[in-house]
């Protein structure tokens, strides 16, 4: 293959069927946020390499794509979008009540070793709401993730976990944040001894701490802390409020419906979550297929004001991939597909053809204009990219103000008047 043609390693061309499934998955998550009161925010795929550098985490800021501009700026492409929304949002949003809802989806980039459903490049889809205190804004999040899994066919569990926990038993043995970032990102590769190691940097006592919560229940952490309430005096009322608000926050969502389990070593690899955090995972994949949390504060990173924050971010590419195991195919979903077939591509014909086109989509029904070929190749065309009917038009359709619509699943083929069509419809 010519060198042109290829696409570089960890990026990929998205056509066909794929791209059709990734269009529905897309519209179908933009409608869903749209309903439940999200409205959408568009930022730069290229931003200043700061923004990210200065809150992200290790790993990210080492898989970043950087570069300098012809002015000699360092810039680089957005690994993830939560910090071009907040950097946004106190920009151009700041001023607008609370709670914000912001929805996007964006393709990010991270220089990491490609493998099954890990792209160099890849597409998120994301909820941020900003400005609520509380577990009712990760319920908000949670709302629109579980019609959007329900709506797409997709089963799918929640794993529930809580860094904030963590990061105050580690700011009562006065680790500092850039160590803290260090042992949450062992944590999270499950590299648990060599956290565990790490920790003894700052007595015994932190590795014992750090041991314990990788595997504490969540029904005993309020237990625990007061078992270390000299050592976490100063966090106390802090502490207790995140262990209650994570026990509440599953209770709702048990309460709901959701599949949803506590996972104590559940920490994430961004360096800005504060709070709750979870993944979403479905049984056909041993990676997530998305994932958030708390980022209370993020804002005073950048220079603004204290703000409460939570958000998501879904893998539309690992979605994509899930679907495809489980041989899911929503495109199929209620859409009814109609080819419309020309005998003849005249002036006459094609002016017959837009107008039957009009009324068919006015009710709902995508529709193809097709000319120029045999009949038996545009049936073949129309049965290949599976359209429900074809509508024929030759000389006697067009001499009679009819159509001859054919339903290529049964055969059957009826001859109708265009005045008639909507009452055809309405059969469907």
């Known amino acids: 293959m010519d060198d042109l043609l290829r696409t570089p390693r960890g990026t990929r061309d998205i056509v066909g069927d794929e791209a059709e499934l990734f269009e529905y998955l897309t519209t179908t998550f933009k409608e869903v946020a749209k309903r439940n009161g999200f409205k959408p925010i568009i930022t730069p795929t290229i931003e200043f390499f700061e923004l990210f550098a200065r809150k992200s985490g290790v790993e990210i800021v080492k898989s970043m794509y950087v570069f300098k501009d ?83 066919k997709l089963k799918h569990y929640y794993i529930i976990g809580n860094v904030g926990i963590y990061r105050m038993f580690m700011n009562a043995f006065n680790i500092p944040g850039n160590e803290q970032d260090q042992i949450l990102h062992l944590i999270d590769k499950e590299m648990f001894n060599e956290a565990i190691n790490y920790a003894k940097k700052y007595g015994d006592e932190a590795a014992e701490v750090i041991s314990k919560l990788i595997s504490m229940n969540i029904e005993d952490l309020e237990n625990m802390a007061m078992d270390y309430k000299e050592l976490v005096k100063n966090y106390m009322d802090r502490l207790l409020g995140e262990i209650r608000d994570t026990i509440e926050f599953i209770d709702i969502l048990k309460e709901l419906g959701y599949d949803v389990r506590y996972k104590p070593s559940l920490v994430r690899g961004l360096a800005y979550y504060t709070g709750i955090i979870y993944e979403v995972k479905t049984s056909v994949l041993d990676i997530s297929i998305g994932g958030g949390g708390r980022y209370d504060n993020l804002t005073t990173v950048y220079g603004g004001p204290p703000e409460y924050s939570t958000g998501v971010a879904i893998g539309i590419d690992r979605v994509m991939l899930a679907l495809s195991e489980l041989n899911i195919k929503p495109l199929d979903k209620d859409r009814v597909k109609a080819a419309i077939l020309l005998l003849n591509d005249s002036k006459e014909y094609l002016i017959y053809a837009y107008k039957v086109s009009s009324l068919l989509q006015t009710a709902g029904i995508t529709t193809l204009v097709l000319s120029g070929r045999k009949l038996s190749k545009m049936l073949s065309y129309a049965n290949r990219f599976k359209f429900k009917y074809a509508v024929i038009i030759g000389s006697k359709e067009l001499n009679e103000n009819k159509v001859s619509i054919k339903d290529l699943d049964t055969g059957v083929q009826e001859y109708i008047k265009l005045e008639k069509i909507n009452e055809f419809i309405k059969n469907i």
């Open 70 to 152: 012809k002015a000699g700026r360092t810039l680089a492409l957005r690994p993830e979008l939560t910090a071009s929304v907040i950097r946004a949002y106190l920009k151009s949003l700041r001023n607008e009540p609370k709670p914000i809802l912001l929805y996007y989806v964006g393709q990010c980039f991270r220089y990491e070793e490609p493998q099954r459903g890990r792209y160099r490049e890849f597409w998120q889809a994301g909820l941020e709401v900003i400005g609520e205190k509380g577990v009712h804004g990760d319920l908000r999040v949670f709302n629109v993730m579980e019609q959007f899994f329900n709506e797409i």
